[in-house]
Nanobody, 121 residues
């Protein structure tokens, strides 16, 4: 059973920074082809924030470009999200995701439980 666990969320003032981390837990062997972050604000759908492939290809939603940086440690299957210049509209539950074809050639999406990020003065 593969589980992803996020950490690093919290309350921060506008203009502040947070760093989210995501690590897999459980007794397993797996490699993720792609990892990343989504977020879901109250009353809204879950939307893409950023993804990074094993080869290092990165994708950001336009609203976070220049402020957020996604990175990963492929040897540890971990992914990070450095968030700078945070705005109130960044407030949401942030979910880690990992896509892998390790156990199923058609691919499986794994999700974390989410970590709350609140940007408020």
């Amino acid at each position: 059973q593969v589980q992803l666990v996020e950490s690093g969320g919290g309350l921060v003032q506008p203009g502040g920074s947070l760093r989210l981390s995501c690590v897999p837990t459980g007794s397993f062997i797996i490699n993720f082809d792609r990892m990343g972050w989504y977020r879901q604000a109250p009353g809204k759908q879950r939307d893409l924030v950023a993804t990074i492939t094993r080869g290092g290809t990165i994708n950001y939603v336009d609203s976070v470009k220049g402020r957020f940086t996604v990175s990963r440690d492929t040897t540890k299957n971990t992914v990070f999200l450095q968030m700078n210049s945070l705005k109130p509209e960044d407030t949401a539950v942030y979910y880690c995701t990992g896509y892998s074809t390790w156990y199923r050639p058609s691919g499986v999406d794994y999700w974390g439980q989410g970590t709350q990020v609140t940007v408020s003065s």
